[in-house]
């Protein structure tokens, strides 16, 4: 009898070992084809034990943050290929004008008037270039992860007010009237008054530069939230392009005009974000309406 049972345990044994290694065996070979690349599947959970469930369930949630990350890093590599050959081509055109109107200046029949003209286009081209070069930087200031904002008290309306004021003259000069809805009081928030500032200079501007006949500025607050709105009418602009508005380099002018460095709302979204504030972009018809929540 005992010889029958240790015979009995020793066949369970050998069996369950057999099973073990088939298990592993298959894990194995699930593990190698992903590596190889030859599927994205990740591993059969029908497995025969517990323990073996548990393992492959381990495996397949490191694939799954494997996959993640390397669509991560992927995307990071387009974005940077994408950011490189903008910059190279926003830097060159400008550069290439400025050297172009510098040889026509060295030319022997050229009058006193035409220099003139000259000097103030090149030197028109070189407060661009000196634009986008001060918009590099700046944005890789704000991205630094040692890149730190002051809290204090910021009242938004003095700001949005005063930043109005300052875009009279383009408004004036198309014939433009905004339309204006804000709080009698002040509204305050806790944010870096200089961040603060720069957004709704980013978005005020951005908006004048590409909108046709209306602009609508809109500051409030709702329960815990202060919420700036900026509309402006557009006939351009696709709604494929509000998903990449506030990409760095972005610019929905696909030729890629003078009116913008493609910088302007990457800064303003990366402000927000370091102030833990929320941006969004709505496209109705053509009317863009851009959105800063603070709480």
């Not at 590099?136 to 904002?149: K, T």
Request: one cysteine or more; hydrophobic letters at 40%; proline letters at 2%.
């Amino acid at each position: 009898m005992t010889i029958i049972i240790l015979t009995l345990i020793g066949l369970f044994l050998l069996i369950r070992i057999f099973v073990y290694k088939n298990m592993v065996k298959s894990i194995s070979s699930q593990l190698e084809d992903f590596n190889s690349r030859e599927t994205d599947k990740k591993i059969d959970m029908a497995l025969l034990d517990k323990d073996f469930e548990n393992l492959g369930s381990q495996i397949n949630r490191l694939m799954d943050s494997y996959i993640q990350e390397n669509g991560r890093r992927i995307r990071s590599e387009n974005e940077l290929k994408q950011a490189i050959a903008n910059m190279s081509h926003d830097l060159r055109t400008p550069l290439t004008s400025v050297l172009g109107y510098l040889q026509l200046l060295e030319a022997e029949d050229v009058s006193d008037e035409e220099k003139k003209d000259y000097l103030s286009i090149a030197r028109n081209r070189t407060e661009r270039l000196e634009t986008l070069l001060k918009g590099f930087f700046d944005l890789s200031v704000i991205e630094s992860p040692d890149y730190r904002l002051k809290a204090d008290r910021v009242d938004v309306r003095r700001i949005v007010a005063a930043t109005l004021m300052s875009f009279y003259d383009p408004l004036n000069e198309r014939q433009v009237e905004p339309k204006i809805t804000v709080p009698e009081n002040s509204v305050y928030i806790m944010a870096d008054e200089s961040a603060v500032t720069r957004v709704v200079e980013n978005l005020i501007a951005n908006a004048v530069a590409y909108m046709h006949s209306d602009l609508s500025v809109t500051l409030e607050e709702k329960s815990s939230k202060v919420i700036l709105a900026i509309s402006n009418d557009t006939r351009n602009l696709r709604p494929e392009d509000v998903t990449y508005l506030f990409d760095r380099f972005y610019t929905a002018d696909q030729n890629r005009s003078n009116k913008s460095t493609g910088l302007g709302l990457s800064i303003v979204k990366s402000l927000m974000l370091k102030m833990n504030g929320e941006i969004t972009a709505v496209l109705e018809g053509d009317v863009l309406h851009i959105e800063c929540i603070w709480e």
